[in-house]
Structures are given as structure tokens and as C-alpha cells.
């Protein structure tokens, strides 16, 4: 049900970005999803790739600092409380939510959300059991 997600650690500077985006646009890498938050001297940027094992190579060899973990990929249902249908049972299962972020296409109607947790096999189990749909390995194709 996970999907891998890699996190870059940028520097915090002007340009940074668009060179990553560069390498891996050259490197035939296409961006799925895509979120970026600044710390003081750094930014973190978590990807989501059509090809995490090529983006991990083109990284290694041009010695970006990156971590990759698993995450999840759901759909949100298209009714104006779809985002709670994801959240709440979250939140009465005590699983604790890190971040979420969206992809920058979607397979149908429904936003798709990437959400990083600390409690990854939990998590799954819980919005299963809420009828959350799984994009799973098709976010990598969208």
C-alpha cells in the first residue's frame, strides 16, 4: 500500500530548486508530487517520482543529501467532508500525522493526498476500514 516518498535536503538559497528539477528533468525523473518547506539554512523537499530507484541513483551521484520513506497515497472523497473522512479516523486511532501534501495530477475527480504518519501499517488499516481508496503504485504513472 506504500509508496516511496524522497526527501532532499536543499540549501535555503535562490536556485536550489530549479537544479534539482533540472537534474532530474534531464535524467528522464518526472515529478508526481511535490512539497518543499524552509528551515533556516535548509529546505526540505519531498518528492514523490515515477522512478524512486533511478531518482535515488541520479541523486547518489550528484551528491544530493536525501532519505526515502514510505508513505501513504489515498484518494479524498469528493464530498465536503472528504478531508475529515481522512483525518478523524486518523486522529481517534492516535496515529499521528506528519504531513500531507497532494500530487500535481490526479486519475479521476478526487484529489490525491500523500501522507506521511507514525504509524504507517496502522494508518492503512484504519482508513481501509473507512473505505479510503489506495492509489498505490499508480501515483508512480499518473
Request: one cysteine or more; aromatic letters at 6%; proline letters at 4%.
Amino acid at each position: 500500500m506504500a509508496v516511496m516518498q524522497i526527501s532532499v535536503t536543499l540549501e535555503n538559497v535562490p536556485g536550489a530548486l530549479a537544479r534539482l528539477v533540472d537534474i532530474f528533468d534531464k535524467e528522464d525523473v518526472s515529478t508526481k508530487a511535490i512539497a518543499a518547506a524552509s528551515l533556516e539554512k535548509d529546505s526540505i523537499v519531498r518528492l514523490i517520482v515515477n522512478d524512486p530507484q533511478k531518482a535515488i541513483s541520479v541523486l547518489e551521484s550528484f551528491h544530493f543529501n536525501y532519505q526515502v520513506d514510505p508513505v501513504l497515497a489515498v484518494e479524498v472523497p469528493c464530498h465536503p467532508a472528504g478531508m475529515n473522512a481522512i483525518v478523524k479516523p486518523l486522529k481517534d486511532a492516535d496515529v499521528n500525522i506528519h504531513y500531507i501534501y497532494t500530487t500535481i495530477e490526479r486519475l479521476g475527480k478526487e484529489t490525491i493526498l500523500i501522507i506521511g504518519v507514525d504509524k504507517l501499517d496502522d494508518a492503512s488499516e484504519i482508513l481501509k476500514q473507512h473505505w479510503i481508496t489506495f492509489v498505490g503504485d499508480k501515483v508512480y504513472t499518473l
